[in-house]
């Protein structure tokens, strides 16, 4: 993706009960990783607009996805091929981005409804990613005559 420079910027993630499994209450919130971006994250580069999908919003789908199927009556003894796919996916990018932050202790032995911090990471500034990814659909649409109204 030709986004140019991406800043770092330091991330503090936390434990959520809003992203809990089988609540409908949470739906909405699953619905986040897809929704808040203009375009849901495709990318159309080149003369000729080729749609493309980077990693990091591939894996926000896939997050979205397994959480999907997690509902699904016979998940645990037929997962179905995408989520087997995002299992793998991960494994890849996990690999290939290697965070070597240090991680305290046993997350098992937390109060998690108290104690919900995570460590602070170094991560790229999503916001110039996101940016980039609307612009880029905005241009996608003036190339095809689409008017919508845009964020």
Same mark, same amino acid.
């Given at each position: 993706?030709?986004?140019?420079?991406?800043?770092?910027?330091?991330?503090?993630?936390?434990?959520?009960?809003?992203?809990? $499994?089988?609540?409908?209450?949470?739906?909405?919130?699953?619905? #986040?990783?897809?929704?808040?971006?203009?375009?849901?994250?495709?990318?159309?580069?080149?003369?000729?607009?080729?749609?493309?999908?980077?990693?990091? =919003?591939? !894996? $926000?789908?896939?997050?979205?996805?397994?959480?999907?199927?997690?509902?699904?009556?016979?998940?645990?003894?037929?997962? !179905?091929?995408?989520?087997?796919?995002?299992?793998? =996916?991960?494994?890849?990018?996990? $690999?290939?981005?290697?965070?070597? #932050? $240090?991680?305290?202790?046993?997350?098992?032995?937390?109060?998690? #409804? !108290?104690?919900?911090?995570?460590?602070?990471?170094?991560?790229?500034?999503?916001? #110039?990613?996101?940016?980039?990814?609307?612009?880029?659909?905005?241009?996608?649409?003036? =190339?095809?005559?689409?008017?919508?109204?845009?964020?």
């Amino acid at each position: 993706m030709p986004v140019g420079n991406i800043p770092a910027v330091e991330m503090t993630f936390q434990e959520s009960s809003r992203f809990s $499994l089988n609540d409908p209450a949470n739906k909405a919130n699953w619905d #986040t990783l897809i929704t808040n971006q203009f375009g849901t994250g495709f990318q159309h580069l080149g003369p000729y607009h080729f749609r493309h999908i980077s990693g990091a =919003y591939h !894996s $926000l789908h896939c997050v979205y996805s397994m959480q999907e199927d997690f509902d699904k009556p016979d998940h645990l003894h037929h997962p !179905s091929h995408h989520f087997i796919h995002c299992l793998m =996916y991960f494994r890849q990018i996990f $690999l290939c981005n290697a965070d070597l #932050t $240090l991680e305290a202790g046993d997350f098992m032995h937390r109060n998690l #409804t !108290s104690d919900r911090m995570g460590q602070t990471r170094k991560c790229r500034d999503w916001s #110039t990613v996101a940016k980039w990814v609307d612009d880029n659909t905005k241009l996608w649409f003036e =190339y095809n005559n689409v008017t919508f109204d845009m964020p």
